[in-house]
């Protein structure tokens, strides 16, 4: 279940085992206490699969169930700490963290990673200069300069960057992303060059100048390293369709609505799909999956009412729908603002609203890059309605706070 993205299967079957009609008959009330090793891939498939779902009750709940014997292992306290820090905890990371001893090579990357993740990127490269240097390998590396890359710390990634002896691919992607966003083309640019004297390019490193163009509405320069990216990898479709939408993007934010169109109506024609966003958030205990303007839930109704009332409130606030962030051709019974509000996160936080009206707190994990609008949108979601949002997307976790800001400074 865990192996195939099946994270609600795992924790049901997982529960199974500790709550069954009759304890007495369960695979794990049979185990012999001292058989310590036989019980470590049940609990570590369970975190891993509670990780996946991004909610901080569900960690608290398995987390209690883990007996104290299983605590002072090293698979299950590294597999703790990326738990916590996945979902938004860092504080209950770093009190695993800080009992250790002696911690190993993994707990020191996963708490380094947990940093990172959070936004918290001082502290993240902190703990990396406390590690023994005989440590270091390119997980370490990688989720230190990710760190500083997320917390805009370019000074300090040069400098990690500048003292590793054997640079890989994944390293060089990573600082290159660092460089983009802070919009400093050229330096990234000669990194690229620098790696492909003694390597094959790799569309990792484009994607990386790309999304900092995209960043930049750097129109002139995302056009460049499209068409560089179409005589490099011209094989490469999943790619080229993610670096299409990007230049879309930029074409459209910058104006140029014509060309923004025509990249979509070509997106379109190819008969490519792109990868489907998806949002899922936990409600009184129960795992909800949405997609953009999905319409599944029993209670859609009531989910497109609150959101069509979430969207006065912001607009009464001052948010303009920005229109850059729509990757398609609008149909004739759209609008800018019904589709900005169709996407998958905003179906979620207005579910959690449904659900329970004056929550102070919800949480979801998203697929994919949360886009420049809805990243706004929920700044002042939080603040209008006095809730704390957290979003895990494909890149960080977003703490949007009470006071309309948000953990990742707008540096995402």
């Known amino acids: 279940y865990v192996e195939n993205n099946l994270a609600q299967k795992t924790i049901e079957l997982f529960n199974e085992l500790k709550n069954p009609a009759d304890v007495n008959k369960t695979l794990l009330n049979q185990m012999k206490l001292d058989d310590i090793q036989s019980s470590i891939p049940i609990y570590l498939s369970a975190i891993k699969a509670v990780s996946q779902i991004g909610d901080y009750s569900k960690a608290q709940s398995i987390f209690k169930q883990i007996p104290d014997s299983l605590l002072v292992e090293n698979q299950i306290r590294g597999a703790l700490i990326d738990l916590w820090g996945k979902v938004g905890s860092v504080v209950e990371a770093k009190l695993i963290f800080d009992k250790i001893r002696q911690p190993n090579i993994i707990e020191y990357t996963t708490m380094v990673n947990s940093y990172g993740l959070n936004g918290m990127g001082m502290q993240a490269i902190a703990l990396f ?14 989720c230190a300069l990710n760190a500083c890359s997320h917390s805009g710390l370019v000074s300090e990634a040069r400098l990690i960057f500048k003292n590793i002896e054997m640079k890989t691919m994944r390293i060089y992607s990573t600082m290159i992303d660092c460089l983009s966003r802070a919009s400093a083309f050229e330096q990234a640019q000669e990194l690229i060059d620098e790696y492909e004297r003694n390597h094959s390019p790799d569309s990792t490193m484009y994607m990386a100048l790309l999304s900092g163009a995209r960043n930049a509405k750097n129109a002139y320069l995302s056009q460049n390293i499209y068409d560089r990216m179409k005589n490099l990898f011209p094989e490469k479709k999943d790619p080229l369709i993610s670096a299409a939408v990007l230049l879309a993007n930029v074409y459209a934010s910058s104006g140029e609505i014509d060309k923004a169109s025509d990249i979509r109506l070509e997106i ?42 979430i969207s006065n409130e912001i607009i009464k606030y001052g948010h303009q729908y920005d229109s850059s962030w729509i990757t398609r051709v609008l149909d004739e019974d759209e609008t800018v603002e019904s589709v900005l509000c169709g996407h998958s996160e905003r179906l979620a936080i207005a579910w959690g609203f449904v659900a329970n009206p004056n929550a102070s707190k919800l949480q979801m994990v998203k697929n994919l890059r949360i886009c420049g609008d809805c990243h706004r949108s929920t ?29 990742c400074n707008d540096y995402f």
């Open 268 to 309: 379109y024609k190819s008969g490519t799909k792109k990868k489907v966003g998806l949002t899922w958030i936990t409600v009184d205990g129960q795992l909800y999956t949405f997609r953009a303007h999905d319409r599944s839930h029993p209670r859609s109704n009531e989910i497109y009412a609150e959101g069509e009332k």
């Open 129 to 142: 200069h406390q590690i023994p240097r005989e440590f270091l390998h390119e997980a370490t590396y990688v």
């Open 379 to 407: 700044k002042l979601i939080a603040a209008i309605r006095q809730c704390e949002i957290i979003v895990r997307d494909a890149n960080r976790i977003h703490h949007f706070y009470k006071n309309g800001q948000c953990s």
